[in-house]
């Protein structure tokens, strides 16, 4: 104990690097480690680094591009959600009126990528319906 009746200090063991200890862990047994899976790549994409102003491959339209594909995916997501309500079972056990709602927000969703940008279609992105979970 020190002078202050209220601390307490506890010896701390600090692990220190022999020299000549230059182990590295590849990123897949780092992963592996904390429970982190690899997914592979989609085949459909293809990555360059060091793209910049001046090289061949930059395209000004690349960011338009990426936003319509990030539109896309959040609508088939939406879709197969709003697909699981067509089937026979779940369509059987909505009211009238529930199937006319999910007929309109399927078509909005189909329709979203006919608008001119991505900032007018996130603009006119349908509401999901309250009783769809």
């Keep these: 104990m020190t002078e202050d009746e209220n601390t307490i200090e506890v010896p701390v063991e600090v ?3 022999e020299p000549g200890d230059d182990t590295v862990e590849t990123m897949e047994e780092q992963s592996e480690d904390i429970g982190i899976e ?5 085949p459909k994409v293809t990555v360059h680094y060091n793209v910049g102003l001046d090289h061949e491959l930059y395209n000004p339209d690349g960011s338009e591009e990426f936003n319509w ?13 709003a697909d699981k309500y067509q089937g026979i079972l779940f369509y059987s056990t909505l009211t009238k009126i529930q199937q006319g709602e999910l007929a309109i ?8 990528t006919k608008y001119d940008t991505t900032a007018e279609a996130w603009d006119n992105w349908p509401t999901r319906l309250d009783w769809m979970n």
């Design 15 to 17: 692990p220190v690097e």
């Design 69 to 81: 594909e990030e539109l896309r995916a959040k609508r088939n997501s939406r879709l197969k959600l």
């Design 105 to 112: 927000y399927r078509q909005a969703l189909l329709d979203i």
């Design 38 to 42: 690899e997914v592979p790549l989609n």
